[in-house]
Antibody, heavy 113, light 108 residues
Framework: EVELVESGGGLVQPGGSLRLSCAAS????????MSWVRQAPGKGLEWVAN????????YYVDSVKGRFTISRDNAKNSLYLQMNSLRADDTAVYYC??????WGQGTLVTVSS | EIVLTQSPGTLSLSPGERATLSCRAS???????LGWYQQKPGQAPRLFIF???NRVTGVPDRFSGSGSGTDFTLTISRLEPEDSAVYYC?????????FGQGTKLEIK
């Protein structure tokens, strides 16, 4: 059974940094693209970034380019999102997503002073 | 960027009725890579339809997707109380993989 478990969320001040992690199991992690999707409180869904199986290709939504970095460690079956220069509008639940049909439970990131 | 516009914003129907949710794209969706998700409060989204018209395993056959190019529809026949949720469409044919703003379906 596929399982995705996010961690690393929390409260951070504007301008600060946070690193999210996603532990994957139940499938061959190294064979799939992976994505991060976020949802601001009471709002809709926004795709944030994705990464190719071997990490050689990465794509980002414009609003996070230059601030967020997606990465993966296939030996650890883990996906990461390094978030720098955080802003209030980055406040959201961040989901780790596999093949669009498997989502983690999400981790809440709150950017506030 | 492909902008997806969903309508209506809110739909209020009774059990047993038929719901028709629309998703219109600003540009043609590559390979009809269009998905529909159901999201209930406090839960992660759940993929119901992929490739515009393919039901995910385990999704009741009351749910069906149709359309191509720029116009897509999610139809729920014979509504049941548990269908109450927000439904999102998403295109995953070209980055950025955009979502519609959602349709809230209320069951009276």
């Amino acid at each position: 059974e596929v399982e995705l478990v996010e961690s690393g969320g929390g409260l951070v001040q504007p301008g600060g940094s946070l690193r999210l992690s996603c532990a994957a199991s139940g499938f061959t992690f190294s064979s799939y693209w992976m994505s991060w999707v976020r949802q601001a409180p009471g709002k809709g869904l926004e795709w944030v970034a994705n990464i190719k199986e071997d990490g050689s290709e990465k794509y980002y939504v414009d609003s996070v380019k230059g601030r967020f970095t997606i990465s993966r460690d296939n030996a650890k079956n883990s996906l990461y999102l390094q978030m720098n220069s955080l802003r209030a509008d980055d406040t959201a639940v961040y989901y780790c997503v596999h093949r669009w049909d498997h989502w983690g439970q999400g981790t809440l990131v709150t950017v506030s002073s | 960027e492909i902008v997806l516009t969903q309508s209506p914003g809110t739909l209020s129907l009774s059990p047993g009725e038929r719901a028709t949710l629309s998703c219109r794209a600003s540009h043609s969706v590559s390979n009809n890579y269009l998905g529909w998700y159901q999201q209930k409060p406090g839960q992660a989204p759940r993929l119901f339809i992929f490739g515009a018209s393919n039901r995910v395993t385990g999704v009741p056959d009351r749910f069906s997707g149709s359309g191509s190019g720029t116009d897509f529809t999610l139809t729920i026949s014979r509504l049941e109380p548990e269908d109450s949720a927000v439904y999102y469409c998403q295109q995953y044919g070209s980055a950025p993989y955009t979502f519609g703003q959602g349709t809230k379906l209320e069951i009276k």
